[in-house]
């Protein structure tokens, strides 16, 4: 069984820093995995996919990395805004079969001005 | 494009009512997928639709769950008869391509009484 952890739980820095968001998982037999924002009340919204043979994507300020070996991705957001306050979820599905999905619990990041 | 549609937003049932939510994917997406988040827990799968079919159902909790996507369209989820423990964010998401990027909606808050 898929288990998927995020640490931390939660995250506040000042405006302006670097930031990593940690994601890992048991199972390595992977699809892809996906990052995701949400926002209070809202849906979540996709930031970024990688691909199992990828090790990286870039998109903006967020950059998410894949170590498949070692059961981890990460999240690097730079030079943080007071906007990018939310919480930050990943999401793993598996390769084979049903390519059932798991999400981790969550980064709640709060950006301080 | 529109994005993926939940209907209701929010639904404030007693114990031993039905309800029904509804599901619109992006147009021509095959893959639906449906979520529930309960309060303090991770994101968790119910089911997965290709098209008219269900492909995996095993994240649903039990017998009182009926989920149905008529002609590979919009997907209905029926709780009946709701229990208080149902009570959460049902999200339903769908993708498209071999990618398998899912798209959220924004959810329906269930909360039964």
């Known amino acids: 069984k898929q288990e998927v952890t995020q640490i931390p739980a939660a995250l506040s820095v000042p405006e302006g820093e670097n930031l990593v968001l940690n994601c890992s998982f048991t199972?390595?037999?992977?699809?892809?995995l996906q990052w995701f924002r949400q926002d209070p009340g809202k849906g979540l919204t996709s930031l970024l996919l990688?691909?199992?043979?990828?090790r990286e994507q870039t998109s903006g300020r967020l950059n998410a990395s894949l170590d498949k070996s070692s059961g981890r991705s990460t999240l690097y957001i730079a030079a943080s805004q007071p906007g990018d306050s939310a919480t930050y979820l990943c999401?793993?599905?598996?390769?084979?079969?049903?390519?059932?999905?798991?999400f981790g619990t969550g980064t709640k990041l709060q950006v301080i001005p | 494009e529109a994005g993926v549609t939940q209907f209701p937003s929010h639904s404030v049932i007693e114990k031993g009512q039905t309800v029904t939510l509804r599901c619109d994917p992006i147009?021509?997406?095959?893959?639906l997928y449906w979520y529930r988040r309960v309060m303090g827990k991770e994101i968790k799968f119910l089911l997965h639709?290709?098209?008219?079919?269900?492909?995996?159902e095993s994240g649903m909790p039990n017998n009182r769950f009926l989920a149905e996507r008529t002609g590979g369209t919009y997907s209905t989820l029926k709780v009946q008869p709701a229990e208080l423990e149902d009570s959460g964010v049902y999200f339903c998401?769908?993708?498209?391509?071999?990618?398998?990027?899912?798209?959220f909606g924004p959810g329906t808050r269930l909360t039964v009484t």
């Open positions: 998401a769908s993708s498209g391509g071999l990618l398998y990027e899912q798209y």
């Open positions: 199972d390595s037999a992977i699809y892809n």
């Open positions: 990688i691909q199992s043979s990828q």
């Open positions: 999401a793993v599905r598996l390769s084979g079969g049903y390519q059932k999905v798991t």
């Open positions: 147009s021509g997406h095959d893959n």
């Open positions: 639709f290709v098209k008219e079919s269900k492909q995996d």
